[in-house]
């Protein structure tokens, strides 16, 4: 506690008063006066999240944003970011000035667009699903999931229900742009002294699409050494896995044990209910670049 309280005092969240009392730094401190008044934030999609596949994450995106808005008199945006776009100003809300506005990029973290936003003085938080490379962007705060938290939660609950050959679906290869599910998912098998045999117990699946899994996976289930748990890298995946099961005559939890990561709506609805990883709400963000991330939810015991 005394390291905790060191640290923010360092950083000057805290201000100790000889004798008296340590005080957060905001009762101490007043804003300029002459600082203007934030009056829109400006969130701004980039088009994949349009995609129809998407629907539920968008929506997830602007019910979080709502009800994080409700107490504040600030208007609130969103936009569609091209990525070929040039002309960043379009962007932003033309009935007010943008040293009157700030910005939420939602998986958009393009050189380009962060260093305009940092000439015009336009405060913004990126937030991403998982950690994005830095170097060339201007400082700035950015919010993410800690995925591979999640991923290492799900293996472990698996671990602790007796399994010992664990499979993976998603994405793995290094190649990708992100597979911290995978990442968390294998150092609970290593911390487990369990052996990842990456040839025979995981699939390397590049798409949420539901109509391109089926396939592969009822390939993969029909595998003689087939594993007793998989975890997968997201919902559509682990609800594949159940469909694909129920046709092959496995039974759900007594032959095949699923855990999803995302807790979309259809995971309770499935039969029997899935079992998934939520990413809990995230903190804030480092002001050079983000590192903070909200930790993966419990998995319920509907295995």
């Known amino acids: 506690m005394r390291n905790a309280v060191r640290v923010l005092e360092e950083n000057g969240h805290l201000v100790r008063l000889a004798r008296r009392a340590t005080v957060p730094a905001a009762l101490l401190f007043k804003p ?11 969130i701004l999609f980039g088009p994949a999240l349009m995609r129809e596949q998407l629907h539920w ?11 994080a808005m409700e107490s504040y008199p600030i208007k609130t945006r969103h936009a569609i970011c091209p990525d070929d776009l040039q002309d960043f100003e379009l962007l932003m809300w033309s009935q ?3 040293a009157e506005q700030g910005c939420i990029l939602v998986n958009r973290h393009s ?10 003085q336009i405060p913004f938080v990126v937030q991403r699903s998982f950690r994005y490379p830095t170097a060339g962007l201007p400082p700035h705060h950015g919010v993410f999931i800690n995925k591979a938290g999640g991923g290492f939660l799900a293996a472990h609950h698996l671990i602790e229900l007796g399994h010992r050959r664990i499979g993976f679906i998603g994405d793995f290869l290094p190649h990708l742009n992100d597979h911290s599910v995978y990442d968390g998912f294998l150092a609970a098998l290593t911390a487990a002294g369990l052996e990842a045999r990456t040839a025979d117990h995981f699939l390397p699946v590049h798409t949420d699409i539901l109509a391109e899994v089926i396939s ?5 289930l029909s595998r003689p050494d087939l594993p007793t748990a998989l975890v997968t890298d997201n919902d559509t995946l682990a609800l594949a ?3 694909a099961a129920r046709r092959r005559g496995l039974k759900i939890p007594d032959d095949l044990s699923v855990v999803g990561f995302n807790d979309q709506a259809e995971a309770s609805q499935a ?10 709400t995230p903190g804030i963000g480092s002001d050079c670049h983000g590192d903070l991330a909200g930790d993966g939810g419990d998995p319920s015991a509907r295995i």
Do not use: M
Not at 57 to 66: A, K, V
Not at 111 to 120: D, P, R, S, V
Not at 216 to 220: L, S, T, Y
């Open 32 to 42: 300029k006066e002459n600082r203007l008044k934030l009056r829109c934030i400006n």
């Open 57 to 67: 994450l968008l929506e997830d995106y602007l019910i979080g944003y709502t009800k």
């Open 96 to 98: 007010a000035p943008l």
């Open 111 to 120: 050189a380009a667009l962060l260093i305009w936003l940092h000439k015009q």
């Open 216 to 220: 592969p996976i009822e390939k993969f």
């Open 241 to 243: 896995v159940l469909d």
């Open 271 to 280: 039969s029997p209910p899935l079992t998934t990883i939520q990413g809990a």
